[in-house]
Nanobody, 129 residues
Framework: EVQLVESGGGSVQAGGSLRLSCGAS????????MGWLRQAPGKEREGVAA???????SYADSVKGRFTVSRDNANNIVNLMMNSLKPEDTAMYYC???????????????????????RGQGTQVTVSS
């Protein structure tokens, strides 16, 4: 069983930065696609960023140039550095992991909805204007 635990959420003013971290434990290997999903009240779940075992990352258009995802395979940690935060980034952020042939934010969303991806409990990010 894989367990994912997020940390690093909080409140920040627009233009500020936050760093989210996700620690994975259990039967997880370096070849998992890992990433971050977010969901705000009344909005659809969004795949923010994903990174494969080779370190190749992809991002939602809404965060490109502002967010950076990274992973430490030796320690099963995935980080999300969020810069130039905007009020519309306010959401619950979830770490996700999936074993499969593809690795992207939208793919993690579909895998999570299908029940095949692992997901943490989430950490709240609030950006005030």
């Amino acid at each position: 069983e894989v367990q994912l635990v997020e940390s690093g959420g909080g409140s920040v003013q627009a233009g500020g930065s936050l760093r989210l971290s996700c620690g994975a434990s259990g039967s997880i290997y370096g070849d998992a696609c890992m990433g971050w999903l977010r969901q705000a009240p009344g909005k659809e779940r969004e795949g923010v960023a994903a990174i494969d075992s080779d370190g190749i990352a992809s991002y939602a258009d809404s965060v490109k140039g502002r967010f950076t995802v990274s992973r430490d395979n030796a320690n099963n940690i995935v980080n999300l550095m969020m810069n130039s935060l905007k009020p519309e980034d306010t959401a619950m952020y979830y770490c996700a992991a999936n074993f499969g042939p593809y690795c992207s934010g939208p793919y993690l969303v579909r895998a999570q909805e299908a029940g095949t991806a692992y997901r943490g409990q989430g950490t709240q990010v609030t950006v005030s204007s």
